[in-house]
């Protein structure tokens, strides 16, 4: 049995080499665990590498939009129902991003959902929009931003016609309408 100061300086030492393995292990742990994340996605899908993004700041949002173009798209807010000038509107043409122009939604899938919101069965492209889960007012829902600016369009339901069976729920105020032949 070794004893003296000979004794307590391995006793120190090999509790100092405890503590380094310890916090080795840790490390490692921390390494291995970041490195199974997935890689962030913010909602967005596949084919996202090929989009435009388009990203500014909130100032330079509210100088471009008016406060209820602002409010909606970029504070996720929801206009009043029956309130937006496309609720009620049906003419040929192309729907897109008021923030970005990114197009979004054709005129061939717009339908009268009788909610109060303009309503669409299939977005105009895969570079269209993105979805995230929303769980925000007690309510699980499925938003739908601009994939290219990440707007806030509205949501998406499940109780949509045929053949997408998806009801696109979207605010007015977050479109802007291009007629058929003024592209
Ligand atoms: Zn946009």
Known sequence: MPSGPAAAGE???????????????????VAVFLGCQAPPTDGRQEGDDAVDRVIKTDEE???ILTPEQY?????????????????????EGTYSCVCCSNPLFSSDAKYDSGTGWPSFWEPISDQSIATARDTRFLMVRTAVMCIRCDAHL?????????????RYCINSVALDFVASGEE
Do not use: Q
Request: hydrophobic share 40%; charged share 25%; aromatic share 10%.
């Open 11 to 29: 006793v120190m030492s090999g509790r100092i080499k405890l503590v380094l393995l310890l916090v080795l292990i840790g490390a490692l742990s």
């Open 61 to 63: 949002w509210r100088e």
């Open 71 to 91: 409010r909606v798209t970029r504070m996720k807010g929801t206009e009043r129902p029956f309130s937006g000038e496309f609720n009620d509107f049906y003419e």
């Open 154 to 166: 509205g949501h998406v339901f499940k109780d949509g016609p045929e053949p997408t069976g998806l």
